[in-house]
């Protein structure tokens, strides 16, 4: 059997999929990748559906090992590179990491999670239906490590693929839509809300984006436990929110004024520590164009064979003579 082995990486390195969904009723978080968008190109580049579970990388790269056979390999992620061998493997396009060699994956220089796929997924064992690694919990397994080997599935393509031109994030603020809970906020405050620059707190992690910046204390403190689900935005007394994320917790005792659309999830989870965002309220039409449209993205994506520049292990490779030939022969 094929394997990946891990032989780096850094603190936060994961394996997610798009998520354990149907169990939040239940008090288990969906987890899954915090940018689904580049979890998808990973896995369109080995041919997978874009939901398979892959590697997440949180800000460091990492360095991987095909043992057991050859496998074919994807990294995405806002300024993740591939490698193997000395040669940089061009953005967009996977790889074929023949056994024992070493793909080497680029620190996220353009954000925070990076991810790598594999042709054919994993072949571990799912838990409630997802290979998610909700790490607070210990659903779906701990955090990867050095010298982890992850079994391979095979199947995929074969060859490498590429996809050009890459999606492109939207720009500009955040938006969010009304919360259930904005009655506790005052005019002022709920105007603060989007009129403020927020910087993102270094406490942020896959559980929730921490904000600094103006106070919108709600006029009363904590109330009744209700459900939250990642976007929601839970204002604690102290007056500064918390944007919940893919790990988040299944209720909460904080109002919530707004809730992020979840079609801007993907690019939240993408702005680093110390960077700054605001954020802009639509309403629910604009809302549900917006995820109609991230949905064409991922139904839209395509990836194509990459034409092969013949070489000594390409030709080594293929089976190029049928039968053998003689001289003096017809």
């Known amino acids: 059997m094929s394997h990946l082995v891990i032989e780096q990486c850094g603190p936060g390195t994961t394996l997610q999929?798009?998520?354990?969904?149907?169990?939040?009723?239940?008090?288990?978080s969906t987890a899954g990748a915090m940018d689904r968008l580049s979890l998808a190109v990973a896995n369109v580049l080995v041919g997978n559906p874009g939901g398979t579970?892959?590697?997440?990388?949180?800000?460091?790269g990492a360095r991987l090992r095909a043992e057991g056979g050859s496998v074919l390999i994807a990294a995405a992620g806002p300024g993740v590179t591939l490698s193997v061998a000395g040669r940089e493997i061009p953005e967009g396009q996977s790889v074929l990491l023949e056994e024992g060699a070493v793909a080497r994956v680029s620190p996220v220089r353009g954000g925070?999670?990076?991810?790598?796929?594999?042709?054919g997924?994993?072949?571990?064992?799912?838990e409630m239906g997802s290979l998610s690694a909700h790490v607070r919990s210990g659903v779906g397994g701990a955090l990867l490590q050095p010298g982890a080997c992850l079994s391979l599935a095979g199947g995929g393509a074969e060859r490498p693929?590429?996809?050009?031109?890459?999606?492109?994030p939207e720009q500009g603020p955040i938006r969010v839509m009304a919360g259930p809970q904005q009655d506790w906020f005052t005019e002022d405050a709920l105007a603060r809300l989007t009129a403020t620059e927020w910087t993102v707190s270094q406490r942020s992690d896959r559980m929730g984006r921490f904000l600094e910046g103006a106070e919108v204390a709600p006029n009363e403190g904590s109330m009744v436990s209700d459900g939250v689900l990642p976007g929601s935005i839970q204002v604690p007394p102290a007056g500064q929110p918390i944007i919940l994320m893919r790990d988040c917790q299944t209720t909460g005792g904080y109002p919530k004024p707004a809730t992020v659309i979840s079609a801007d999830?993907?690019?939240l989870a993408q702005i680093p520590a110390g960077a700054q965002l605001r954020l802009v309220q639509v309403d629910r039409e604009e809302a549900l164009a917006a995820r109609a449209a991230a949905e064409r993205?991922?139904?839209?994506?395509?990836?194509?064979?990459?034409?092969?520049?013949?070489?000594?292990s390409l030709l080594l490779r293929e089976n190029l003579i049928s039968g053998v030939w003689y001289p003096g022969e017809d």
């Open 17 to 28: 999929d798009i998520g354990r969904e149907g169990w939040r009723r239940f008090g288990i």
């Open 53 to 60: 579970a892959a590697i997440e990388l949180t800000l460091a």
């Open 112 to 119: 925070v999670y990076g991810y790598v796929a594999v042709a």
């Open 121 to 126: 997924g994993f072949d571990l064992g799912a």
């Open 161 to 168: 693929l590429a996809m050009r031109p890459l999606p492109v």
């Open 265 to 267: 999830l993907d690019r």
């Open 297 to 312: 993205v991922l139904s839209g994506f395509a990836a194509e064979p990459v034409a092969m520049t013949p070489d000594t």
